[in-house]
């Protein structure tokens, strides 16, 4: 399956994307991706999902290769810039999927205009206590570049401990797109933190999936982000942590599209 890179104009300047899959008349399934990762971390889930789909992943503005918007970023301005992409794709439903930060986006996104997911799946839901987001605030502060090139080593060390099993191509990845945002590297965690995730998670009216590995750093977060949901179903996967997306594609493939186009036999077990 060939991914196809692209850019496109929004009134915010220009936004970056992958595409996998024939366009068809059907929704397209739209991947927003995790802090401070981009859309090469879909590349496996397209393979998978490619043959079925039309598959849209974009870059949040400031990460992979979309620049830095305008004043600091948010999860609403993020949420603004990529609808307003997809707009320009002529995207005007789809089935939405967002991993950790890509999860918070997604869900301001169905916030914003109800009617553009036809169904929501979010893995590794940020769905943190007050306690949590004020133990993690300090962590989030902004990082100077420094002149022994410390922050190299920090930046690594950092993405080390969430995967330390990961192979370290994975890592490298991760650790270069991390050093490639500069200094604003943390920015969309703290828009995280400000995020009301739990308040606009009760009040979605869509069929929403949450899932998580059992070594995801978010795992805790499952079950609390279940409970907020009107229309809400809960998977545990078998394996997998933060960069699931890409160490089992298969997994979360899998996973999208049972939940997106249900078997009629799944449609079934659903509503008893």
């Given at each position: ?91 005007q439903r789809c089935w939405l999927f967002g991993h950790h930060t890509g999860a918070s986006i997604a869900v301001q996104m169905a916030t914003d205009d109800p009617t553009f997911a036809v169904r929501l799946a979010l893995s590794g839901p940020p769905c943190l206590n007050r306690e949590q987001i004020e133990t993690l605030i300090p962590k989030a502060a902004p990082k100077r570049l420094e002149e022994d ?124």
């Amino acid at each position: 399956m060939t991914t196809r890179c692209s850019y496109v104009d929004t009134p915010d300047g220009q936004l970056h994307l992958r595409m996998a899959g024939l366009r068809t008349k059907a929704p397209p399934v739209v991947l927003l991706h995790q802090t401070a990762s981009h859309s090469v971390m879909f590349e496996g889930v397209m393979e998978f999902l490619g043959s079925r789909y039309w598959c849209v992943a974009p870059d949040t503005p400031g990460y992979g290769n979309t620049p830095h918007p305008r004043g600091t970023g948010s999860i609403a301005l993020y949420a603004r810039v990529l609808r307003a992409a997809l707009d320009a794709l002529g995207i005007q439903r789809c089935w939405l999927f967002g991993h950790h930060t890509g999860a918070s986006i997604a869900v301001q996104m169905a916030t914003d205009d109800p009617t553009f997911a036809v169904r929501l799946a979010l893995s590794g839901p940020p769905c943190l206590n007050r306690e949590q987001i004020e133990t993690l605030i300090p962590k989030a502060a902004p990082k100077r570049l420094e002149e022994d090139g410390s922050h190299f080593m920090a930046v690594w060390n950092r993405i080390r401990a969430k995967a330390p099993t990961a192979d370290v191509a994975l890592l490298h990845r991760e650790a270069v797109s991390n050093l490639q945002v500069g200094p604003r590297y943390l920015e969309a965690y703290r828009a995280v933190f400000a995020q009301d995730f739990e308040g606009q998670l009760a009040d979605l009216d869509v069929e929403t999936l949450v899932m998580a590995g059992p070594d995801d750093t978010l795992r805790d977060s499952l079950e609390p982000a279940h409970e907020a949901l009107q229309q809400g179903y809960l998977l545990e996967l078998p394996r997998g942590g933060t960069y699931v997306c890409d160490t089992h594609p298969e997994l979360i493939a899998g996973a999208l599209s049972d939940f997106f186009t249900p078997s009629p036999v799944q449609r079934k077990q659903r509503a008893s």
